[in-house]
């Protein structure tokens, strides 16, 4: 079994930030991409950062430069630090893994509950 789960959404006014943190745990053996989506509403489900077990970053143009992803892989953690939030940025944002199970061969997909993020403006 395996879980990731996601902390750090609200409300906040546009320009300031906020930081979101999703930890992954249960029978884990090695977790290749980390990241996140978000999903505003009446849309699609959309990539916002992801970094894989290597370093090498991934972001969509709409958060280049104001949004940066980070892993801290001794505790399967992943971050999303947003600055420079804007109203548009709002949306419930997914904590992704793809993750390599204790005992299984091949990687799986695991999501998070979902985040409410609301930037007032």
């Given amino acids: 079994q395996v879980q ?3 902390s750090g959404g609200g409300l906040v ?3 300031r930030s906020l ?3 999703c930890a992954a745990s249960g029978r884990i053996f090695s977790i290749n991409t980390m990241g996140w989506y978000r999903q505003a509403p009446g849309k699609q489900r959309e990539l916002v950062a992801t970094m894989g077990s290597g370093g090498r970053t991934n972001y969509d143009d709409s958060v280049k430069g104001r949004f940066t992803v980070s892993r ?3 505790k399967n953690t ?3 630090q947003m600055n420079s939030l804007k109203p548009e940025d709002t949306a419930v944002f997914y904590c992704y ?3 390599v ?3 299984f061969v091949g990687s799986r997909d695991y ?3 979902g985040t409410q993020v609301t930037v007032s403006s």
């Fill in 101 to 103: 199970r204790r005992g």
């Fill in 72 to 74: 801290d892989n001794a």
């Fill in 19 to 21: 930081r979101l943190s």
């Fill in 78 to 80: 992943v971050y999303l």
């Fill in 4 to 6: 990731l789960v996601e």
């Fill in 13 to 15: 006014q546009a320009g």
């Fill in 97 to 99: 893994a793809e993750i």
């Fill in 111 to 113: 999501w998070g509950q």
